[in-house]
């Protein structure tokens, strides 16, 4: 029984962002509503490197809320510009990543907001660039409509 318990404590242990907004570990909060809430990175590769979370436990992209998903976008668009206001950065990455395999390393949804200066060497778009995909005109059309398709389905 002592080993189901250990289970199920690990199975509860929050996560360290559900943590940050239960108080139960510190991190500087810039904003909090009855959605999400942005504090600072606790890496800063770059001054005032933030991160907006909903405010319930949610993995990832696919486990937000409509409202959800609208409140922490309008806010990274609030927020950037009042990072852009204190810090005269003449760019911001706004990022997400979701799954391991596209580099998410803490499974509560974040959207992490970069200023970034002339020179600073960062790489956080690497990869981004290239012409594998799609061959022709033609596939890049049906690779569209793929998406529109399921776009209408969610509707
Ligand atoms: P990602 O790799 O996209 O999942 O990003 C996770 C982010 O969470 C990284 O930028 C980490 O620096 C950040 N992070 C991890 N632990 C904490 C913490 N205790 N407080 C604030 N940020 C954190
Ligand atoms: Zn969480």
Redesign the pocket.
């Known amino acids: 029984m002592k080993q189901a318990g250990a289970v199920a404590e690990a199975m509860t242990e929050k996560c360290?962002?559900c943590k940050?907004m239960g108080g139960e570990?510190y991190?500087p909060v810039i904003y909090h509503d009855g959605l999400c809430t942005a504090?600072?990175?606790?890496?800063q590769p770059n001054p005032y490197?933030v991160?907006i979370v909903p405010n319930s436990h949610a993995e990832d992209i696919y486990a937000l809320s409509a409202d959800e998903a609208s409140a922490i976008f309008q806010l990274s668009a609030r927020l950037s510009h009042a990072i852009r206001r204190v810090t005269n950065c003449p760019g911001l990455n706004v990022?997400?990543?979701n799954g391991r395999v596209a580099?998410?390393?803490?499974f509560h949804f974040?959207l992490?907001l970069m200023p970034r200066f002339q020179g600073d060497r960062l790489r956080l778009a690497a990869g981004l660039m290239g012409r594998k995909y799609p061959k022709t005109d033609a596939e890049l059309e049906r690779m569209t409509s793929n998406l529109k398709d399921q776009l209408a389905k969610s509707e």
């Open positions: 360290v962002f940050i570990k991190q504090f600072m990175d606790i890496n490197h991160l990022l997400s990543n580099g998410q390393t803490v974040h992490h």
